[in-house]
């Protein structure tokens, strides 16, 4: 074969490699994941071209599970402020807010006879009305704390609490953070329902919660291919009727549970409720 020839064919079989690989990429269509520690882009990227979304990191979705701070904490620590007291004479609540942290004391009968028990805040969740607060314990299992914050009042019992009682004792289930977080790795155990990986949980519902994991998407928009690739994000807009109402209903149709584990729901797919009964 001459040189030209040879060049030509070279060319050739590129072209239809190129074309195949192509072809077999349009081909596979994306498979939409739900959002994980291990498979998010993060706000941050999106925001890196999604700039006319900057507002959502305000809104009460995103805000909906912090850290605790001096400002995602809306109860004062101030002396005189910081205290609850209940119906029952020998029991009093006491929130500090100190080097270490912030934490929440139940103090037990009368002066000097006193006994106290203290948990730190590790969660903060709520954003608008009111606030409740989770801890640690045990270590890597999370329960409610007993004080609460309701806009308007200051510190209330956490609802549902009965008044007068120091009761540390409630646990968190996977749901409750499904509804208010992204992402927390659920550790499944026959005796408790409420023990969690302690770290790399994503706080506060991010664009991924409602979108699906977006890395398949980031990297679609920043090939040179990406006109070839398949759409690799959901967009509500385009959904049946049907999906758009999951789309909400997986945090805004009730506390019941769904069949499907916490954290496992697939944006774009069909909520799967728990059958009555
Ligand atoms: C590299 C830039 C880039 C990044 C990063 C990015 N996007 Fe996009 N996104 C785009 C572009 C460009 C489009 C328009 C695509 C089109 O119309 O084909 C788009 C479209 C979308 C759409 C509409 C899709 C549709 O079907 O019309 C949604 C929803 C979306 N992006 C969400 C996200 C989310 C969530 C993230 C973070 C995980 C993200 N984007 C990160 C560039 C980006
Ligand atoms: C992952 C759970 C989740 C999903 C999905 C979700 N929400 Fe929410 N939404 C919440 C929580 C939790 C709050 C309360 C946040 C707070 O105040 O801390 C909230 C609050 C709101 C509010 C009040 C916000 C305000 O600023 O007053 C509106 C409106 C709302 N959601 C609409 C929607 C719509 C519409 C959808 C579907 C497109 C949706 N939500 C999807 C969990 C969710
Ligand atoms: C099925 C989803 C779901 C579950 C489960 C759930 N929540 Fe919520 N929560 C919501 C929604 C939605 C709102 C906003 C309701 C509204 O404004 O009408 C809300 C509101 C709140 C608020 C008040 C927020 C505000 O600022 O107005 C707090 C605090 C809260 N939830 C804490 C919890 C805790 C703690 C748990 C678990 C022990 C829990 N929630 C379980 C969806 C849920
Ligand atoms: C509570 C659920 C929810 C969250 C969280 C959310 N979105 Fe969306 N997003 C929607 C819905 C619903 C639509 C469709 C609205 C419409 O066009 O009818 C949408 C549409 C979009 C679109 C395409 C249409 C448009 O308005 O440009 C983009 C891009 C997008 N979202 C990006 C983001 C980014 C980036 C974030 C995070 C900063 C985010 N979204 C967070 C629910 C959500």
Redesign the pocket.
């Known amino acids: 074969m001459n040189p030209i020839a040879r060049f030509s064919l070279t060319i050739a079989v590129l072209l239809l490699v190129a074309g195949a690989v192509a072809a077999g990429l349009f081909a596979i269509p994306h498979r939409t994941e739900a959002l994980r520690a291990d498979n998010a882009a993060g706000d941050a990227v999106c925001l890196s071209c999604h700039q006319e979304k900057a507002s959502f990191e305000e809104t ?1 979705h995103r805000l ?1 599970s912090t850290l605790p701070t001096r400002q995602s904490i809306a109860g004062s620590f101030s002396r005189g402020e910081n205290v609850m007291r209940t119906s029952n004479p020998q029991l009093h609540f006491r929130m500090d807010s100190t080097a270490t942290g912030f934490s929440q004391t139940a103090v037990m009968g009368r002066a000097p006879d006193t006994s106290s028990h203290a948990e730190r805040i590790a969660f903060v ?8 607060y ?1 801890y640690w314990g045990a270590p890597d299992q999370l329960y ?1 704390l007993p004080v ?1 914050y309701w806009k308007g009042v200051g510190w209330v019992n956490s609802p549902g609490y009965p008044d007068g009682t120091p009761n540390f004792g409630r646990p ?2 996977p ?2 953070l ?3 977080a992204s992402w927390f790795e659920h550790v499944p155990d026959p005796t408790v329902i409420n023990r969690y990986r302690p770290t790399g949980a994503m706080l506060g519902i991010s664009c991924e919660t409602c979108h699906g994991s977006g890395r398949a998407h980031v990297r679609r928009e920043r090939s040179p291919l990406r006109s070839l690739l398949p759409r690799a994000i959901i967009h509500p807009a385009r959904l049946a009727r049907a999906r758009q109402l999951d789309a909400c209903a997986l ?5 019941a549970a769904l069949r499907t584990p916490a954290f496992s729901h697939v944006p774009g797919q069909p909520l799967e409720r728990r059958a009555a009964g």
Do not use: D, M, N
């Open positions: 009460a909906t969740t709520g954003s608008r009305k009111g606030q409740s989770l409610q609460s968190i289930p749901r409750c499904e509804c208010h945090c805004h149709g009730g506390t």
